[in-house]
């Protein structure tokens, strides 16, 4: 079983900057493919970024294309999702999603493959 835990919300204005912070409880996140996801107040859970496996493929949505970025650590101890000029709609609770297994080495969009899901943090933009 992986216990993950994110880190890094906050209360921010528009245009400010966030880091969050996905871990696993003593275990790396290096052999699996981790993807973010966010969900606002009474709206359906979205995907916002993904980092395969093996750290070669990234994949964003649309909307945070050119403002946010997703990196892991070479030790896979964490995994970033770094938010840059943070806009209202961006308020939601983020949350890290792990892959079950390493067989499964690749991003997806969907929330259905990942098996492993954190808490979330608390993202709030003010205009």
């Known amino acids: 079983q992986m216990q993950l835990g994110e880190s890094g919300g906050g209360l921010v204005r528009a245009g400010d900057s966030l880091r969050l912070s996905c871990a696993a409880s003593?275990?790396?996140?290096?052999?699996?493919?981790v993807a973010w996801f966010r969900q606002a107040r009474d709206q359906d859970r979205e995907f916002v970024a993904g980092?395969?496996?093996?750290?070669?493929?990234?994949r964003y949505a649309d909307f945070v294309k050119d403002r946010f970025t997703i990196s892991k650590t070479n030790d896979g101890k964490t995994v970033y999702l770094q938010m840059n000029s943070l806009k209202p709609e961006d308020t939601a609770t983020y949350y890290c999603?792990?892959?079950?297994?390493?067989?499964?080495?690749?991003?997806?969009?969907?929330?259905?493959?990942?098996?492993?899901w954190g808490q979330g943090t608390q993202v709030t933009v003010s205009p």
């Open positions: 999603a792990v892959r079950r297994t390493a067989f499964f080495a690749n991003v997806e969009v969907a929330s259905a493959p990942y098996h492993y």
């Open positions: 980092i395969s496996r093996l750290s070669d493929d990234t």
């Open positions: 003593g275990r790396s996140l290096r052999d699996y493919a």
